[in-house]
């Protein structure tokens, strides 16, 4: 049993935003080597599988270099997101590459606050003149 003990170091800040009430930020430190490669190592690794950890790993480092205050410290994967927190338990960014329709993706995650999600609703046309249109999918909704 002694190599299936797993062990996380996990960095706990606490966040207050504006007058919101405090909500802890987890940063994962470090975690156990080969956490998540457990059923395939690189070699087993699909080309598509590779060339998308190869797209994280160069994002991560031009990232890096041009010194975003993007919190990246989580470990790449081979797969086709790669999830951000930025200061609330309630909501993550979450990037995504489609190589079969050249598709690069960003989206906010809010799984379930309606606070959090009005205050973005709000602010959707400052957004947009930022961006461009915005698509907003509803949970459980087409």
């Not at 050249?102 to 957004?127: A, H, M, R, T, V």
């Amino acid at each position: 049993m002694g190599n299936k003990i797993n062990f996380f170091l996990v960095q706990i800040e606490l966040w207050q935003i504006g007058n919101s009430l405090y909500a802890p930020k987890f940063n994962v430190i470090s975690e156990p080597n080969e956490w998540a490669n457990v059923v395939k190592t690189d070699s087993e690794l699909s080309e598509l599988r590779l060339l998308q950890k190869d797209f994280w790993d160069k994002f991560k480092e031009y990232a890096a270099k041009h010194n975003s205050t993007l919190q990246l410290g989580r470990k790449t994967r081979p797969r086709s997101f790669f999830n951000i927190n930025y200061g609330t338990s309630k909501a993550h960014i979450s990037l995504s590459i489609n190589s079969k329709n050249k598709f690069i993706g960003c989206e906010i995650y809010i799984p379930d606050s309606k606070i959090l999600y009005s205050k973005y609703f709000k602010n959707k046309i400052k957004i947009e003149r930022e961006l461009k249109p915005l698509k907003i999918r509803l949970a459980g909704f087409s």
